[in-house]
């Protein structure tokens, strides 16, 4: 890694509360990458070489059976994946590939097996993002046995919007199909899910989305702070 990327990489969550001789232990042992666009970085049933941190772009976790595949997460900078295969030192049960050009640091997973044993700090933060995903994995599963699919694609689109801070504008990632896979539709499925949303305060133009109506969405879709792990309130305000 040069020299002048370790600054922002100490940053990151997972590495901000380390000694600094384990941080600098670790970052010398590391590179960061660019990889183009549909490249699979890793694929299931390997063994972690290395922990990915996700620094620019974006990459879709996804698994396959036969002649399907699933899309089961889309990662964002700036974030780490696949930590609880490196933990358990287990195969992958998800495979990774790249939806744009994307820059990833990689760590050596004996190493950070290491260096996790030595340093509480990233020992806990370790945890922390280990109880996230198994808490993010449960919100997901409740969202598909408890709301219907155009519900979940509204939910969706709710918690899209808290995470721009209350945009109402929001730009799909990569392709519809990739949207409606993630959700667990078929891309047809997607498009009348779409057409149903618009009486419910949305409306659809290309690849763009349009919260019309924000209340209305929310009183369709239903969202849940403790379903979803956030509070969804109008932007303008309580009536």
Do not use: W
């Not at 590495?15 to 384990?22: I, T």
């Not at 618009?198 to 969405?217: E, P, Q, R």
């Amino acid at each position: 890694m040069r020299e002048g990327e370790r600054p922002e990489i100490a940053k990151l969550p997972l590495f901000a509360e380390m000694k600094e001789e384990q941080r600098e232990r670790v970052f010398s042992a590391s590179h960061l990458q660019v990889f183009p666009p549909q490249l699979i970085l890793f694929d299931v049933g390997q063994k972690p070489d290395f922990l990915y941190v996700l620094v620019d772009g974006l990459i879709e976790l996804f698994t396959t059976n036969g002649d399907r595949d699933s899309t089961m997460a889309i990662v964002e900078p700036v974030s780490s994946f696949i930590l609880a295969a490196l933990v358990t030192n287990q195969p992958f049960l998800m495979s990774a590939r790249t939806l744009q050009s994307s820059r990833v640091m990689l760590i050596p997973a004996d190493l950070l097996r290491d260096v996790i044993k030595q340093d509480g700090a990233l020992m806990q933060e370790a945890m922390r993002e280990l109880a996230v995903g198994y808490r993010h994995m449960v919100r997901t599963l409740t969202d598909m046995k408890l709301r219907q699919s155009t519900e979940r694609l509204g939910n969706f689109l709710l918690l899209e919007s808290h995470k721009r801070n209350g945009a109402m504008n929001l730009q799909l990632r990569g392709e519809k199909k990739l949207l409606a896979s993630l959700l667990g539709m078929t891309p047809e499925n997607l498009s009348r899910a779409l057409s149903a949303l618009a009486k419910h305060g949305v409306s659809v133009a290309g690849g763009n989305i349009t919260i019309t109506d924000h209340d209305a969405l929310v009183t369709f879709a239903r969202p849940d702070p403790f379903l979803d792990g956030v509070e969804v309130q109008s932007p303008f305000g309580s009536s």
